[in-house]
């Protein structure tokens, strides 16, 4: 799971690029986990604003991934 936010991470650097397929692993890694929710780090993230993390909730939510922010 690890693994996938930082390809999160590193697609949210280069514009977005493959985030649905970075999503979808993530999603995935999540349900062989048995993890409800990710948890990112939102000083790593390219709008640290909050609603840039809105955006990125709502986004991923409508891919069936529940996110939040660690403090």
């Known amino acids: 799971m690890a693994e996938a936010i930082e390809s ?4 949210l650097r ?3 690029a493959d ?4 999503i979808a692993t993530l999603k995935a890694a999540m349900t ?3 993890i409800k ?3 990112f780090d939102p000083t790593r993230l390219a709008q640290n ?5 809105k955006l ?5 939510r409508q891919r069936g991934v529940s996110v ?4």
């Open 19 to 22: 985030i649905d397929a970075h």
């Open 14 to 16: 280069a514009d977005n």
């Open 32 to 34: 062989r986990e048995g």
């Open 49 to 53: 604003n909050r609603s840039g993390r």
């Open 37 to 39: 929710q990710a948890v």
């Open 56 to 60: 990125m909730q709502a986004y991923f």
């Open 68 to 71: 939040r922010f660690s403090a």
């Open 8 to 11: 999160i991470y590193a697609s």
